[in-house]
Each structure stands twice: as C-alpha cells, then as structure tokens.
C-alpha cells in the first residue's frame, strides 16, 4: 500500500502539472491574439518552449486546449499551425456574438448588484480615457474585460465560458483592423447606453442595445477588410 508521503507527493506533482499546462495555455493564447504569433504561422514547439521558460509536456498540453477552441490546427507528422482568419469565420463567430450576448445584457439587467454596476462605470471611465490618449490597442482591451464582466454578471458560467471562448477570436480579429476601424467612439457611447439599461434593469433593452453594437461594430469591421 502507498505511503501517505508518496500519495501527497504524487498529487503535488500533478497540481504543478496543471499549473504549468494552464501558465502554457495562456501565454500562448495572449501570443496568437495578440498577432505576435500571426496567423498560419507554424509553430516550433521546442522553441516556444525555451521562450516561455516551460517545459516541451504543457506547452504540448496547451497546444491541445487550444486546437479544441480552434485557435491553432495540429497536423499529424507536420506540426501545428496557428489558425488562418477568414471570413466565414469572422460571419459565424458574430452570427453567435449577436444571440449570446443579448442574452448576456438581459440576464446581467435582472441580476446585477449595485457592485458590479460600479465596476462597469470604473471600467467605462478607463475605456474613455484610453479613447482620450489615442491608446486603440488598449482600448480594445478594456473592451473585452467590459464584456466580459457583463457576462460574469449573467451569473451563468456557462455563457461566460462560451463567451470567453469566442473572444479569443474577436481579438484577433480587431488586432488586425484596429488602425482601419474608425467607430471607437461611437462604440463607447453604445456602451454607455448598454450600461444605463443594466443599471435601470431594463433587460429587454440592454439586450437590444448590445445586438445593435455588435451588428454596427461587424458591419464596420467587413468594411475594412
């Protein structure tokens, strides 16, 4: 029978694991989102590896997790590739933006506390002054942490983890046109709207409000490409 020191120290070993294979996952994801891996780039996993300070196993584990969010292609007996951009990508993964986060606006207007209201106005204020120092690349940054935190104020983890899936997509979408896209202050007075109709639970427009910004944000991005 195991001793109890070998039973601890092998469940040790499998946390550090973990650790490394989830410290893997996100500097990669950060990598390919942020165009420093560009897309169908072919990835040198030895080398990525000696970048990151990680060893050849997560790296390999991260690189899995990522194929299943379609962000990298793995090839057998080739290597893996970092996920092209297309259009039909680009029009599915909005067609899905559009449906998820109305919801998302709705549940957050019926669910929100008076906390997390205030986390979207300090939020906002950030994005405006991002917008105010000509800082896009930023701005697009605390974008996504607005949307996100919409999300989580759903209080369904389910949506927040579908969300947060896609978005690993739309980043690297808007990475790529943010210095051809020029509605991002008209973005951040939808926002606005969007956050005064949580702030008075007012699901049905919140919901609204946000398929608009997103229909207007999709057809403006279209128009760059």
Same mark, same amino acid.
């Given at each position: 029978? #195991?001793?109890?020191?070998?039973?601890?120290?092998?469940?040790?070993?499998?946390?550090?694991?973990? +650790?490394?294979?989830?410290?893997?996952?996100?500097?990669?994801?950060?990598?390919?989102?942020? @165009?420093?891996?560009?897309?169908?780039?072919? !990835?040198? %996993? +030895?080398?990525?590896?000696?970048?990151? /300070?990680?060893?050849?196993?997560? $790296?390999?584990?991260? #690189?899995?997790?990522?194929? =299943?969010?379609?962000? $990298? $292609? !793995?090839?057998?007996?080739?290597?893996?590739?970092?996920?092209? @951009?297309?259009?039909?990508?680009?029009?599915? !993964?909005?067609?899905?933006?559009?449906?998820?986060?109305?919801?998302?606006?709705? @549940?957050?207007?019926?669910?929100?506390?008076?906390?997390?209201?205030?986390? =979207?106005?300090?939020?906002?204020?950030?994005?405006?002054?991002?917008?105010?120092? /000509? %800082?896009?690349?930023?701005?697009?940054?605390?974008?996504?942490?607005?949307? =996100?935190?919409?999300?989580?104020?759903?209080?369904?983890?389910?949506?927040?983890?579908?969300?947060?899936?896609?978005? /690993? *997509?739309? @980043?690297?979408?808007?990475?790529?046109?943010? *210095?051809?896209?020029?509605?991002?202050?008209?973005? #951040?007075?939808?926002? *606005?709207?969007?956050? %005064?109709? !949580?702030?008075? *639970?007012?699901?049905?427009?919140?919901?609204?409000?946000?398929?608009?910004?997103?229909?207007?944000?999709?057809?403006?991005?279209?128009?760059?490409?």
């Amino acid at each position: 029978m #195991l001793s109890t020191s070998i039973l601890a120290a092998s469940s040790q070993k499998r946390k550090q694991e973990a +650790s490394l294979s989830a410290t893997a996952y996100r500097l990669i994801k950060e990598k390919i989102i942020s @165009l420093a891996l560009p897309p169908a780039a072919l !990835i040198d %996993e +030895s080398e990525l590896a000696r970048e990151l /300070g990680i060893g050849l196993t997560p $790296v390999r584990q991260a #690189l899995r997790r990522l194929a =299943m969010e379609n962000l $990298v $292609v !793995i090839l057998p007996r080739r290597g893996t590739l970092v996920a092209d @951009l297309n259009l039909s990508d680009l029009q599915k !993964i909005y067609e899905i933006r559009i449906e998820l986060e109305g919801l998302a606006c709705r @549940l957050a207007a019926e669910r929100s506390t008076p906390e997390q209201i205030e986390q =979207m106005t300090r939020l906002m204020q950030d994005a405006l002054l991002l917008r105010a120092e /000509g %800082e896009n690349r930023q701005l697009l940054m605390a974008d996504h942490q607005l949307h =996100m935190l919409i999300a989580q104020t759903a209080h369904n983890e389910f949506l927040e983890e579908m969300l947060e899936r896609l978005y /690993g *997509h739309v @980043l690297r979408l808007w990475n790529v046109s943010i *210095h051809r896209v020029s509605g991002l202050q008209e973005a #951040l007075d939808e926002h *606005h709207q969007i956050l %005064e109709a !949580i702030r008075m *639970h007012n699901g049905a427009e919140a919901s609204q409000l946000m398929q608009q910004h997103i229909r207007r944000f999709q057809a403006e991005f279209l128009s760059t490409i």
